[in-house]
Every structure is written in structure tokens, then in C-alpha cells.
């Protein structure tokens, strides 16, 4: 067996971060670990730049990119922040929460990034290598999960090597990711209202504690909004069967709590362990001998509905 380290990862040390950031200044993408899932980043304020990310994940140019910040003033500068943003802003930065804003007219932020909406995702990331990297460079960073578009998300350096490979210039191997599940998007409506985009780790009711107002209820239009909206996503190349107490012949079984599986998201029922876990099974899954996946029940609860939402997709 290979185990030698692909030549373009390295640890995100000072040389690690000075190679970083001389990469991400030419224009080229450097992978990177954040608290959610190791991002694909690339400057945002470059065509070029953003182009390179969407070669590496042949990923659709209708689907817009998140743009990571290292702080609130750094997001007002790209975007129209009102009284609810910037709550939102305070009590969940640096964090899993991306908001949906409008986009100032004089953003300095490529086109691409937005996919010709008048909106920007925004979001200040926790995880210190990527804070340290958003500083050194000095440049809001378009980062998408670093991993092939439709595929299971990275939660480390060797899923972004075996994904992407080549395709990105460089990878800062950071560890394992601690939340496991990409961040919570929020649209924030002008003149009032808001919807959940795609759930994560900051729920629907630690964001309506803040606002002090229910979601809104009207439905959206079909338009892609934001990131993981696909209907096909985070798919691991093989049929996944949901809500399995037990594996069917064929089947590589993913457990969670009584259910015992090849795996387990978590044997004691924790959710916040299996939204940590749940890429990685996902990655064990589709590189087992079984042709067919199945995934234990999961509560539809508190960020249960996260994990739901992923596996959904991954099962279309």
C-alpha cells in the first residue's frame, strides 16, 4: 500500500500558510479545513480565481459559492446588513452560519461567486487555520466543500486528496473537521422574512431565539439560492436506502444508536457525533465491496434535521 503524502499537502504551519497564501494571490485554489468541512478556496474577487474552482469540482455554474470573511466588518463591506443580520452576525460569528444578504453595488467580489443573483452568502468561519489563512492573505475567500460537485463532503485531507487530487493546487492538512456538516444557510428577506436554505449546526430555533420571529412560511421559487439546494447531492456513487433497522444482502449498513451497523454514526444516539461522523461513513460506505448502502433512522430533531436533509439528497 501507498502511503506516502500526496506532494501537494502540507501542514498548515507558517511555510504551510506562506505557500498558501501565495497560491490563493496568483489566482490558484487551496483546500482548507474549516469547523464544518474542508473548503475549496480561491480568491473572490477573481473570474479567474473563481473559474478554478468550479474546473476542480465540475460543479454546476447556476450554483452560487459561499464567500468566507474573518469578520463582521469584513462582511458589511460585501454586503446590505440590517438591524436582523447583524444580530445574527453577533451572536453566531465566527461560526457554521452562512447568511443569504444583498449584495452591495460596489462589492469587490467576482460575479461567478453570486451566479447572477443579486445576493452574496457570507459567512466568518471559527476553525483557526482558515481564520489564519483569511488574515494572512488579506482576501474574502469564495470556498465551496473541497470535493468532487454531487459527492460526499470532505471532513479531511485524505477525502479532499482522493476527490480532487491534482485538481487543486494545494491542501492544508488541518486534521479531522469538528462539526462534520456543512453550516446552516439562512436567507434573510428584504422588508422582513427569512427561510432556511439548507439546515446545519445553528438550528431553526437558535435562529428564531435571535430574530424573534418565525421562519416565513410562503414558498420559494425554484431558483438555486445557495449551496446544497441540488435535489442530487452529497451522493457516494451508490444506491443508499434510508431508515434501515437492518442490512438487506448487498448492503453496507451505517447504524446509529440500537441499530448496529458496519459503522455507526453514533452508538450512544448522540446527534451532534453523528453529524460529525456522517461524511466519513458516507466515504467508508462507498469505498466498501457492497454495491448498496443503508443508513439507520435518524430523529428529525435539532440537527437530526440537518443530517436528514444531507441523506436525503444522497439517496435521490
Known amino acids: 500500500m501507498n502511503t506516502q503524502t500526496p506532494p501537494n499537502v502540507q501542514v498548515p504551519d507558517t511555510a504551510g500558510l ?23 478556496a480561491a480568491r473572490a474577487d477573481r473570474a479567474d480565481a473563481v473559474a478554478g474552482i468550479y474546473r476542480a469540482k465540475g460543479r454546476p455554474d447556476f450554483n452560487p459559492l459561499i464567500v468566507h470573511v474573518p469578520d463582521l466588518a469584513a462582511a458589511e463591506a460585501l454586503a ?12 453566531f460569528w465566527p461560526g457554521p452560519l452562512t447568511m443569504v444578504l444583498p449584495r452591495r453595488n460596489d462589492a469587490a467580489i ?45 471532513t479531511s485531507a485524505a477525502h479532499v486528496a482522493a476527490s480532487l487530487g491534482a485538481r487543486v493546487d494545494l491542501i492544508l492538512d488541518g486534521g479531522s473537521t469538528e462539526r462534520g456538516l456543512e453550516s446552516t444557510i439562512v436567507a434573510l428577506r428584504p ?7 439548507r439546515p446545519g449546526p445553528v438550528t431553526e430555533a437558535a435562529i428564531a431565539a435571535v430574530l424573534g420571529e418565525a421562519p416565513s412560511e410562503e414558498p420559494r421559487g425554484g431558483a438555486i ?37 458496519d459503522v455507526s454514526l453514533s452508538p450512544s444516539s448522540d ?18 465491496p457492497e454495491p448498496r448502502i443503508a443508513v439507520a433512522p435518524i430523529p428529525e430533531e435539532g440537527v437530526g434535521a ?7 439528497r444522497a439517496a435521490v
Open 18 to 40: 506562506a505557500e498558501a497564501v501565495r497560491v490563493l494571490v496568483a489566482g490558484g485554489t487551496v483546500a482548507v479545513p474549516t469547523e464544518t468541512v474542508y473548503g475549496l
Open 191 to 197: 422588508g422582513g422574512g427569512w427561510q432556511i436554505l
Open 306 to 312: 440537518a443530517i436528514n436533509d444531507r441523506l436525503r
Open 110 to 154: 467576482a460575479a461567478a461567486v453570486s451566479a447572477g443573483l443579486p445576493t452574496v452568502a457570507l459567512r466568518v468561519p471559527a476553525h483557526p487555520v482558515m481564520r489564519a489563512l483569511l488574515v494572512a492573505a488579506g482576501l474574502p475567500l469564495a470556498a465551496p466543500s473541497a470535493n468532487r460537485s454531487g459527492g460526499v463532503s470532505p
Open 80 to 91: 446590505v446588513f440590517d438591524p436582523r443580520a447583524r444580530a445574527l452576525g453577533v451572536a
Open 225 to 261: 439560492e445557495a449551496p446544497g439546494q441540488l435535489a442530487s447531492h452529497y451522493a457516494p456513487g451508490k444506491p443508499v436506502r434510508l431508515g434501515a433497522v437492518a442490512a438487506e444482502p448487498g448492503e453496507f449498513l451505517i447504524g446509529f444508536g440500537a441499530v448496529v451497523g
Open 271 to 288: 446527534l451532534a457525533e453523528a453529524a460529525a461522523r456522517l461524511y466519513a461513513c458516507l466515504h467508508e460506505a462507498a469505498a466498501a
